[in-house]
C-alpha cells in the first residue's frame, strides 16, 4: 500500500509541474532604446546586434502607435492599449475633465484604473516583476507596485542599470522572472544633433555596445540558455531645422487659447465662445502654409485610435514629416545652452511624434531564448501585439487589451494555448492538493494497520504485548 501511495503522489507532483508551466525557460527580460529606429541597422556600426537579430527572431520594422511619443508607446507596449484607452495621449497634454496640464505622474498612466500593466498581471499569478526606469511603472496599478522598481536617472550608467535588472532574476528571497529594462539613447542625443549626425551614429554603435555587455551579464550569470530577451524600441526619428519652424499663434488672437503639449503635435485650448474662430482661422493657416492640419475631434483620422475628448483636443495641430512649431525655437536655445550648438538655419535637430505610418517614425524588434524561433524573420506587426506575446511566454491569459495573438503567435518554438493562462496557478493547486492527498492516505493507512495489526497480536497473546520489531511495536512506540 505504501508503494501505491508513492506512486499515487509522484503523479500527482508530476502533473502539477507540468501544467503549472514553471518550466526553466519562462524568464523575461525586455529591453527599450528610446527612438532606435531600423536604419541604423544599416549604418555599420551595429555588428552584434545585426549578428543577433539574425540568430532569432525579428522584423524588419515594429509599427507603433499615434502619436510617436515615448510615454505614448511605453504605456501601450505595457497594456496593450491604443492610446484613446489608455489614455496617455502624449508627454505632456491637458485633461479636460480634471481641468489641468498633465505632466510624468501617477495621474497622467491613471486614465482607467482598470487597465492591468503586464508587469503588474505578472504579479497577479504570483511571481516577481522588475521595473528598471520603463515609462509609467514607478506608480502602483491595482494597490500592486512593481515588485523591484527604480526610477528614470540619466545619471545612472548603463552597465550598473544592467546589473541591477539582472540581478533581479537571482534574487534569493523574490526572484524576478520578468524584467522590463529602459534606455533614453539614441533619443536624448537624437533631439540635439539629429538622427542624421555623425553624434548618433556613434551613439548607436554605443547601443551596439551595451547590448553585447546585456548578453555577457546573462552568460556570465548562467542565465542566456532559459533567458527570453526582447529587445525593441518606442519610435523613430526624424530631422527638422529653424527654416520649417511653424508659428501657428501668428494666424491666432492673442490671449484666447492656450497650447500643450509639443511638436509636431499640440493641442489647442480655445477660450469659452472661441473655439469656432480658432479651429477656423487654424484650418485657413493649414491651407495657405501647407505643412500642417488642424483638427476637431471629430476630425481626427479613426486609425490614429485617438478619440478621446478628456485628453485630447478640442482641437490638435499636426505638423508634416520635418516640420514643426514654434516650440521649438524654446527647444533649440536649450540644445544650444546643453551641448555648445550654434542656433542657425542649417542646424537640424532630431524630432519624433509624427504620423505613425511614416517610415521614419518606425521602431525595431528582435528576440532571442528558448521559446523564439531561430533565424526567423516575422512580417512587421504592432507594438500592441507585444502584450499577448509576453502572456504567450509567461503562461498568463492576457487580460482585456487592443491585440491580435495570432500577429505574434508564430515568433515563438511552441506556443502556449491561450486558455492556458492560468495554469501556474492551477498547477500550485494541484501540488497542494496532492500533499494533502497523500497525508490523509497515510494516516488512514496507519490507523488501518493499528486496528488490524494490533488486534491480532491481541488475540495471540494474552497479555497483549506484540513482538519486539514489529509494525505494531513500532506504532506503539509512538503512541498509535
Given amino acids: 500500500m505504501i508503494n501505491c501511495l508513492i506512486r499515487i503522489n509522484a503523479i500527482a ?18 529591453v527599450s532604446f528610446d527612438a532606435f529606429r531600423p536604419e541604423y541597422f544599416n549604418r555599420d556600426v551595429t555588428p552584434f546586434m545585426n549578428d543577433l537579430r539574425k540568430k532569432g527572431s525579428y522584423t524588419e520594422y515594429l509599427r507603433n502607435v499615434f502619436p510617436t511619443k515615448t510615454f505614448t508607446n511605453h504605456h501601450t507596449i505595457s497594456t496593450g492599449m491604443f492610446p484613446e484607452e489608455h489614455g496617455v495621449l502624449g508627454n505632456t497634454l491637458y485633461d479636460a475633465k480634471l481641468k489641468k ?47 523591484f522598481t527604480i526610477k528614470f536617472n540619466m545619471s ?12 533581479w532574476f537571482k534574487d534569493p528571497d523574490t526572484p524576478a522572472n520578468f524584467v522590463m529594462m529602459y534606455f533614453e539613447e539614441p533619443d536624448y542625443f537624437g533631439h540635439a544633433f539629429s538622427p542624421e549626425s555623425q553624434v548618433i551614429t556613434d551613439m548607436v554603435q554605443k547601443m551596439d555596445e551595451l547590448t553585447e555587455y546585456i548578453e555577457e551579464k546573462l552568460i556570465s550569470e548562467n542565465l542566456r540558455s532559459r533567458m527570453n530577451v526582447i529587445y525593441l524600441s518606442d519610435h523613430g526619428m526624424e530631422s527638422v531645422s529653424s527654416p520649417n519652424f ?29 473655439y469656432n474662430i480658432t479651429l477656423d482661422r487654424l484650418k485657413k493657416a493649414a491651407a495657405k502654409n501647407g505643412h500642417f492640419n488642424a483638427y476637431s ?18 482641437i490638435t495641430v499636426v505638423a508634416d514629416e520635418k516640420y514643426a ?95 492556458s493562462g492560468h495554469n501556474m496557478v492551477l498547477g ?45 511495536s513500532r506504532l506503539a512506540n509512538h503512541g498509535l
Avoid at 507532483?13 to 525586455?30: E, H, K, P
Avoid at 511571481?127 to 511603472?137: E, V
Fill in 325 to 419: 512649431f514654434q516650440d521649438m525655437y524654446d527647444n533649440a536655445i536649450y540644445y544650444e545652452k546643453a551641448f555648445n550648438i550654434s542656433i542657425s538655419p542649417t542646424q537640424k535637430y532630431g524630432i519624433h511624434g509624427y504620423d505613425n505610418e511614416y517610415p521614419s517614425m518606425r521602431a525595431i524588434f528582435f528576440a532571442n531564448g528558448p521559446k523564439f524561433r531561430k533565424q526567423y524573420l516575422h512580417p512587421p506587426f504592432d507594438n500592441l501585439d507585444l502584450f499577448n506575446l509576453i502572456c504567450l511566454i509567461l503562461d498568463m491569459k492576457p487580460t482585456r487589451n487592443n491585440g491580435t495573438v495570432e500577429n505574434v503567435r508564430d515568433l515563438l518554438v511552441d506556443s502556449v494555448p491561450e486558455s
Fill in 13 to 30: 507532483v508530476f502533473v502539477a509541474i507540468v501544467v503549472s508551466g514553471q518550466q526553466d525557460d519562462n524568464l523575461l527580460l525586455v
Fill in 101 to 147: 496640464e498633465l505632466k510624468y505622474g501617477y495621474e497622467l498612466f491613471h486614465y482607467k484604473e482598470d487597465i492591468m500593466p503586464i508587469w503588474a498581471l505578472n504579479q497577479r499569478y504570483g511571481r516577481h516583476s522588475g521595473c528598471m526606469m520603463w515609462p509609467g511603472t514607478d506608480f502602483p496599478y491595482g494597490g500592486q507596485t512593481c515588485d
Fill in 156 to 167: 545612472a550608467p548603463w552597465t550598473e542599470r544592467v546589473d541591477k535588472g539582472i540581478s
Fill in 246 to 274: 511653424i508659428n501657428f499663434t501668428s494666424y491666432l488672437e492673442r490671449g484666447t487659447y492656450q497650447f500643450y503639449g509639443s511638436s509636431p503635435v499640440v493641442q489647442i485650448i480655445p477660450q469659452d465662445g472661441k
Fill in 297 to 314: 475631434n471629430e476630425e481626427l483620422p479613426k486609425r490614429w485610435h485617438v478619440q478621446n475628448t478628456d485628453r485630447m483636443g478640442p
Fill in 428 to 472: 500550485i493547486s494541484l501540488a497542494a492538493l496532492s500533499l494533502v492527498l497523500l497525508v490523509a492516505l497515510f494516516i488512514s493507512y496507519r490507523m488501518y494497520r493499528k486496528r488490524h495489526t494490533i488486534k491480532h497480536y491481541t488475540l495471540d497473546n494474552e497479555t497483549g504485548d506484540a513482538p519486539e520489531g514489529t509494525v505494531a
